[in-house]
């Protein structure tokens, strides 16, 4: 079984910083992509950024600039620091990862439970 574990959300003034952290465990074989996700209330959940092994990165156009995605592939760890908030980044922040369980040798993707960042103007 695999699980995904955010930490870091929070309350932040606009032009505040926060860092998101998302540590994966489990019966984990490899990891091919981790990111993260976002769902503000009644809007669809966008992609934030997301990192592959090779370190290669995808940002949001809303958020270029501001937000780094990094990764720690010895701790199956993904971070996501946040500068320049504003109250449009307001949402609930999902961890997301493309990996190779040892159950399951095909890619699955898995999802964690989700983190609210809230940024006041």
């Known amino acids: 079984q695999v699980q995904l574990v955010e930490s870091g959300g929070g309350l932040v003034q606009a032009g505040g910083s926060l860092r998101l952290s998302c540590a994966a465990s489990g019966s984990i074989r490899s990891i091919n992509v981790m990111g993260w996700y976002r769902q503000a209330s009644g809007k669809q959940r966008e992609m934030v950024a997301v990192?592959?092994?090779?370190?290669?990165?995808n940002y949001a156009d809303s958020v270029k600039g501001r937000f780094t995605i990094s990764r720690d592939n010895a701790k199956n760890t993904v971070y996501l620091q946040m500068n320049s908030l504003k109250p449009e980044d307001t949402a609930v922040y999902y961890c997301?990862?493309?990996?190779?369980?040892?159950?399951?040798?095909?890619?699955?993707?898995?999802w964690g439970q989700g983190t609210q960042v809230t940024v006041s103007s």
């Open positions: 990192i592959t092994s090779a370190d290669s990165t």
């Open positions: 997301y990862s493309n990996l190779r369980s040892r159950i399951w040798t095909t890619p699955s993707d898995y």
